[in-house]
T-cell receptor, first 114, second 115 residues
């Protein structure tokens, strides 16, 4: 089965600082990769996705992520954190090599300090 | 508006009382899925369906049933709920692409408490 690892269940950054949320996956075949955000008491919203093509993917709200096949990583970054970025972030993988399941990481809770 | 709807949004029930959570999507997606979200565990897939009358187990199927009689609907059935099924449940749908699943579109969630 596929596994998705998000290092750091809680990350705190100061407002205006770089946001870096880490995600590694276990598939040997390049999967489709996604980042979702969940604001308190809400559902999940897609931030960005990688399927094919350019490995640097830009998403909503100034976030971007880079697919690195050699590192099996898909880390999420934002140059300057805003208070409104405080939320739970989930990395997810769709791996054609293991059927049609969708695998999520355990999530990273981002706190932005004023 | 393209959306996934779930009902009810909140449910408190007692052990052993059968319940159904409905899910419907209006995007003509082939793929539908149910997840449960628990603190520290992220989202775990319960069941998924690739099309009408085609369903398969995810990682945590025990205690749940599903059916896919119509493309748009994918109800989740708990025939004898237990307290360990207290959780936040999400339904999602997506397209089936050549290289895998497209992005999942999520419903608003159903918060279930089993006493």
């Amino acid at each position: 089965a596929q596994s998705v690892t998000q290092l750091g269940s809680h990350v705190s950054v100061s407002e205006g600082a770089l946001v870096l949320l880490r995600c590694n996956y276990s598939s040997s075949v390049p999967p489709y990769l996604f980042w979702y955000v969940q604001y308190p008491n809400q559902g999940l919203q897609l931030l960005l996705k990688y399927t094919t093509g350019a490995t640097l993917v830009k998403g909503i709200n100034g976030f971007e992520a880079e697919f690195k096949k050699s590192e099996t990583s898909f880390h999420l970054t934002k140059p300057s954190a805003h208070m409104s970025d405080a939320a739970e972030y989930f990395c997810a993988v769709s791996d054609p090599g293991t059927g049609n399941q969708f695998y999520f990481g355990t999530g990273t809770s981002l706190t932005v300090i004023p | 508006e393209a959306q996934v709807t779930q009902n009810p949004r909140y449910l408190i029930t007692v052990t052993g009382k059968k319940l159904t959570v409905t899910c419907s999507q209006n995007m003509n997606h082939e793929y539908m899925s149910w997840y449960r979200q628990d603190p520290g565990l992220g989202l775990r897939q319960i069941y998924y369906s690739m099309n009408v009358e085609v369903t398969d187990k995810g990682d945590v199927p025990e205690g749940y049933k599903v059916s896919r009689k119509e493309k748009r609907n994918f109800p989740l059935i708990l025939e004898s709920p237990s307290p360990n099924q207290t959780s936040l449940y999400f339904c999602a749908s997506s397209l089936l692409l050549a290289g895998g699943l497209g992005e999942q579109f999520f419903g608003p969630g159903t918060r279930l408490t089993v006493l």
